[in-house]
């Protein structure tokens, strides 16, 4: 019977007391190749350091092959456990083979001399990597992707039990990604090696994978085999996007790819939407808005604010008032012309307070003269107004017919609806 070589119960983790995973449970048994997926920033790197005890749970506990990974000593973890980094720093000039020794540290120490079989584990490391014409140069002149293969080379000479891969083949060309996976395969089928595979391509790890791990903003969201995990409403849904998900006839592997009928949207729409935003809300929906292929204004924004920036750089139409400076009349007509023009008006996550709180009027006016109003949901969260009048008119636009979203991704098929209709 198989046990588990990485186990985390109930683990939250993050940064100077900010989580940024919550209460995350899992097990990856021993013997297993499971790719861990999930958007950018959803904690996957930190699921990793936490795994590696180079950040301590603020909650719950880790184990590595039964023990509490905090209290394995390091030399006793590095047989355990090799970690490839994204990227890995040498400020001094190693060289290559010096680089890939350092993997064989815990075993001889710092001070020790290398025996017979540290050259041995060195030199097929670097055989199986691909780096043994390398093995005389120095780290810091070696590209991107000749940097990931010794990185990977000085773990196998770890010679540990299980391998985690933080994105390290992203950098790699096709010929060289396919010999690292075809290596982390073979030591997974012949040595039994557990591999924990950070990935981007949904595709390639549906293809190599026993389990997948999805996150999803730090929490654990489906675990299970690729045809359990690659639902295309669940893939949709947390990378905000709509995905096709399709059985490849000759192989039997699952597929992920972009929908062709968004791709297809990506053309002109003619339609027009007014964003209200502001503090860096709008700046995701003016890439989304515009790559979807609406036209897009926006406003009354302060001059300084980050989504004024951004509005400027994508050459947005946008109604500006002046920094510590309430919303004035020719502001609020300006903008009130563009809501004419608008076949939409889309609320962003912008918090509320009184200096902004005419931008929730305009809204009510955009809803008075037909126009379809959508809210991002979670108003009453970002209210900083005198006796929650942000609240009162987020409430008032609702009960008057406008619409409510959560997700950049929910908000485009609402659009795309109202469209239709």
């Given at each position: ?9 109930s683990v939250?983790a993050?940064y100077k007391q ?12 021993e013997?297993?190749?499971v790719?861990?997926i999930?958007p950018n ?8 350091k936490?795994a590696?005890?180079l950040?301590k749970?603020?909650?719950g ?10 209290r ?5 973890r590095?047989?355990?456990l ?12 190693f ?15 710092w ?16 055989i ?6 390398l093995?005389d ?6 590209s ?6 010794v ?23 096709v010929n ?5 996976l075809q290596i982390l ?8 090696m ?6 981007h ?25 690729p ?5 295309p409403?669940?893939l ?6 709509d995905?096709?998900v399709q059985?490849?006839?000759y ?5 992920v790819s972009?929908a ?8 002109k729409?003619?339609?027009s ?21 609406y036209?897009?204004t ?6 300084l604010?980050s ?6 750089a ?7 008032e002046?920094p ?6 020719e502001?609020?007509?300006?903008a ?11 609320l962003?996550?912008?918090p ?7 931008n929730l009027?305009?809204a009510?006016?955009?809803l ?5 109003v959508l809210l991002?949901?979670?108003?009453g ?7 929650k ?5 987020a ?8 619409f ?10 609402q659009l795309q609806?109202?469209?239709?209709l």
């Amino acid at each position: 019977m198989e046990n588990d070589a990485l186990t985390f119960r109930s683990v939250s983790a993050g940064y100077k007391q900010r989580p940024v995973l919550e209460n995350v449970s899992f097990s990856v048994r021993e013997g297993e190749f499971v790719s861990l997926i999930g958007p950018n920033g959803c904690g996957k790197s930190t699921l990793l350091k936490t795994a590696a005890a180079l950040i301590k749970p603020l909650s719950g506990t880790v184990e590595l092959f039964g023990q509490d990974v905090q209290r394995i000593k390091p030399s006793v973890r590095a047989s355990l456990l090799g970690v490839v980094p994204q990227k890995i720093e040498s400020p001094m000039a190693f060289t290559v083979s010096q680089i890939v020794m350092n993997g064989r540290i815990s075993s001889m120490g710092w001070w020790g001399t290398p025996s017979p079989v540290d050259h041995d584990l060195v030199e097929r490391s670097m055989i199986y990597t691909d780096v043994l014409g390398l093995r005389d140069r120095l780290f810091t002149e070696l590209s991107g992707g000749e940097q990931q293969r010794v990185a990977l080379a000085m773990v196998l000479a770890q010679d540990p039990k299980m391998i985690m891969l933080d994105e390290s083949i992203s950098h790699l060309d096709v010929n060289h990604r396919q010999e690292v996976l075809q290596i982390l395969m073979n030591l997974n089928r012949e040595k039994r090696m557990t591999i924990l595979l950070v990935s981007h391509d949904l595709t390639l790890s549906a293809s190599i994978s026993d389990r997948f791990l999805l996150l999803e903003a730090g929490s654990l969201v489906k675990a299970g085999t690729p045809a359990e995990v690659l639902e295309p409403a669940l893939l949709s849904r947390v990378y905000n996007c709509d995905l096709t998900v399709q059985q490849d006839p000759y192989t039997g592997y699952l597929q992920v790819s972009g929908a062709m009928d968004s791709l297809r949207r990506r053309r002109k729409l003619e339609r027009s939407v007014h964003v209200i935003a502001g503090g860096g809300s709008g700046i995701e929906l003016y890439r989304r808005l515009i790559i979807e292929g609406y036209e897009v204004t926006t406003g009354v924004l302060n001059r300084l604010d980050s989504d004024a920036e951004a509005a400027r750089a994508l050459n947005i139409p946008v109604v500006l008032e002046q920094p510590f400076s309430p919303v004035g009349a020719e502001a609020v007509e300006k903008a009130l012309k563009m809501i004419d023009c608008a076949d939409f008006v889309v609320l962003s996550r912008v918090p509320f307070g009184s200096g902004n709180l005419v931008n929730l009027h305009l809204a009510e006016e955009a809803l008075k003269k037909g126009k379809t109003v959508l809210l991002a949901a979670g108003i009453g969260d970002r209210d900083y107004t005198e006796g929650k009048a942000a609240l009162l008119a987020a409430e008032r636009l609702t009960h008057d017919g406008a619409f409510s979203w959560h997700t950049i991704h929910e908000l485009m098929g609402q659009l795309q609806q109202k469209i239709a209709l």
